[in-house]
């Protein structure tokens, strides 16, 4: 009887992604153990982080996906609510107004808004599904603008970039004409000159050193250029776990956290690399069949954002680490230690299995 | 729709979306070979470069202080400024021995007992690899001979470094404030500002008055040089470098001149006065009594200097001007006055018969006139002149305490003038509504009663009378005052002035305010509370007196001042404006138990319209620019001032 219940209950589970999921976590915990100087509470704390998450995962992959479309107005709507309660009422913290004071204990609302926009959209999408009209994609722009400039306006432009860019690649799946994308990039192009002439001095040089950290070799700049030594430093095959002298002897900044793949890079080096950007890439490309498999609108414009989001965060931190790209304070994704970085991810994990193991239900839906 | 199309839609729809799907599959095998790119090229093409660097991390970065903006009055006179001075300085971990190169060193400069203190101090709050100042203001040939002798010295090092110093010492300090040594404090607020790495190289920071309100213009924007080290630590080569850009300078709408004779006209008596410029905002002049000498914080003040000033009963830290809250007296009168006028309750030709006393109804409690015997048949523009108690005790109740307030409220009090410096308080304008709250109690009447003549709970700031004597002399434009005129940009040397905002504007009546001004005018005429302070100025001045109570008066007890402690004598308070028809100057001066405004505060007043209207200056001394005394070269550590601890 509890077998079949437990077979019940883990017939949901997506073998593939799962696998890929655990080993780039078993990759995680090495390198938060070195990085955290040999730590042991930080990674039994993180392990606890991991089994919420696995927790939150299988829970969400058993849920039918319908489900989960009934919540995406309620979700959307609560989000939006604490955004505005933010912005009105909310807890400064380092110059930026980010947290709600509950009284028994503090939320960070921007960070729901990372799954509820995606999920609303692709909900208002699956109900317009074959009486699409351009008016609706101005609906949807307004249903993802709205929380973006909210939370841009805290200031919090990484979560704003990626709550846009997980909406976006909804929107744009849900087959947003090319003429527009490319139009509005030339025309957003076009205006950057002008844009530029308008700002004032100070304003420039924060956005110069925002994209060329090493003009401000004393502030931003120093964590970029330490970085970058730490992983050039790692070489073909690494310094050797627990043997990177860059990230043991303090110079790598924040480096259990959003600088974590400078200590992975240097005592691994190139071919650790190589092997995890081939497991990030197997996790995407499962999610992206997933996602052409989908029988239904709303599961398949969820998944194809869910799978594109991964990737964005995927990229910008390392690139960013490794200095091509702005700093902007995006952890990686399962590497990074944190809770609430990967609770989201078990909700995103977990939402590709219901749709992959759902499908059928769905598809005679 | 049948059901094929439905399908034929779906299968329709599930291509397009299966050719987005292929566009990010491509995007993500773009970046991430991007990814691999990058790695290659940092990993394997330069990765002897970064082995090199990792291996001694040998780039060091050196942070270029920028020089910090001048600070000058409205004339030019230079109040704050900077000068090089030799400085000699151990880096603790690099000494062999501390005590032996302490003892040697000594041989070879002087080394006194409090530089020793400063040093161990500082030692205590510092690491070990910080190098830290042993001895401060070498002159020339000290510093000549201790770099002849540098390589007995291992860890020690001949600095040079920019000092700040106020060439005048105690004159203005309280407004132009005073730099200090960066604490813990200033650290976090820094962080929060994202100021940190701007700070790096930095010592000091602006603690209080303009040196503290107008930091962010004052400091510049840090250079840095980008260097390769060798083992020892020495500079090898420059990588990259960036020159610092100074702070801006600053120009006061201060007079230093007329703040000058100001503070000797207070000679040595506590008190404080505020001079602004009515229809600007400008402060002319604002002084504290006593005041303090600005150059003892730069370095860290020592512990004998820091007690004296702390635990001095004449508080010389506090700002008066800003700070020190006193009932306002008769000088509310004029404020109450148009009140009265405004609301109708007191129209010309409303004549009180004054026995010299008020009674409420239904009371037998005598609220007293200064002048036992009365004043007679009084009008308005009468009662201000002579300052007729009994006419404004039945003028407030009339008006009932709210309506009183409410309008007094547009001239400033009870509230912060916003003035560009921080620390002002805000007084206190009484109401039920507050006394409910603050005490639980209701309101009585008889509280109304002494509001009306500027009594009770009503309290003001200097800088809060001279902003409501300066809207009044204004007809009611309220202007918010400033201490700083302009910011001249230290790059381009522009000059940006500040602007004047208007903080309110009250409608008056012209016939109303007349009636209020010319009793004002025959304030300084004979007959008048201060008949001495216009004697043959040669402008009219309007003004009124004030006297705020210390200590409480019983029912039938006379006030005494030869037999009260000077202690408890009664403060004396003076506002004015000047010319009075074209108000150029409307000061607010309280001399702390100084017992009558008209004797003692108002001459002081006099003086400082007579130097700014006239251009006289007192015969007595005056600080002239080219007789600055000279930097003081006595240095002096170091309990860190946190903050002046009273309030």
Redesign the interface.
Known sequence: MIRQWIGHFIRHIDSILLATVLMVLVVALMVLYSASGQSLLKVNAQLINIVVMMVVMLLVANTQPQHIERIALPAYLLGLTLLIAVALIGDIS??ARRWLNLGITKIQPSELMKLAVPIMLAWYFSKR??MLRTADYVVAGVILLVPVLLIAKQPDLGTATLVFASGF?VI??A?LSWKFIFGSAIAFGAALPILWSMLHDYQRRRVEILIDPSQ?????G?HI?QA?????????TGKGWLNG??SQ?D?VPERTTDFIFAVF?EEF??VG??LL?LL??II??RA?II??QAKS?FA?LLA?SI??TF?TYC?VN??MV???LPVVGIPLPLVSYGGTSLLTLGLSMGLLMSVQSHKRLVATD | MGYSTELKNHLNEQHKFRVRLVFLILLVLTAFSALLGRFYFLQVYRYDYYQTLAENNRISIVPITPNRGLISDRNGIILAHNFFVYTLEITPSKTDDLQDTIAELGELVEISATDLKRFKKLRAQSHTFESIPIRTHLNEYEAAKFAVNRFRFPGVELKSRLFRHYPYGTLGTHGIGYISRINENDLKQLKENNQLSNYKGTEHIGKSGVEQAYEAELHGITGFQQVEIDADGRAVRVLSSASPTSGNNIVLSMDAKLQEIVEHEFAGRRGALVAIQPKTGEVLAMVSMPSFDANLFVDGIDYDNWNNLNNSPDKPLINRSLKGIYPPGSTFKPFVALAGLESGKRQPPFTISDPGYFMLPNSRHRYRDWKPSGHGAVDMRKAITVSCDTFFYGLAVELGIERLTDFVRHFGFGEKTNIDIQGELSGLLPTPAWKQKRFKQPWYMGETVIVGIGQGYTLVTPMQLAYATATLANNGKAIRPHLVNAIVDAKTNQVKMLPHTTADQLTLNAENLEIVKLGMMDVTRPGGTAAAVGANAGYDIAAKTGTAQVVGIKQNEKYNEKLIAERHRDHAWFIAYAPAEDPKIAIAVIVENGSHGGSTAGPIARKAMDYYLLGKVPVDPTVDPSTAPAPDSTVINAPEVEEEPHD
């Open positions: 380092h110059g599904e074959s690649y744009f799946l087959g401000d070799p004393l502030g931003a120093y250029i970058t030594i730490a992983i050039g430093s790692g070489g073909m002298t860059q002897l110079f890079a080096g190139l690399c190589s950007l990030f890439t995407i490309g992206f996602a052409s609108t398949r194809g799978a594109a990737f990229f390392m690139g490794s200095g091509i």
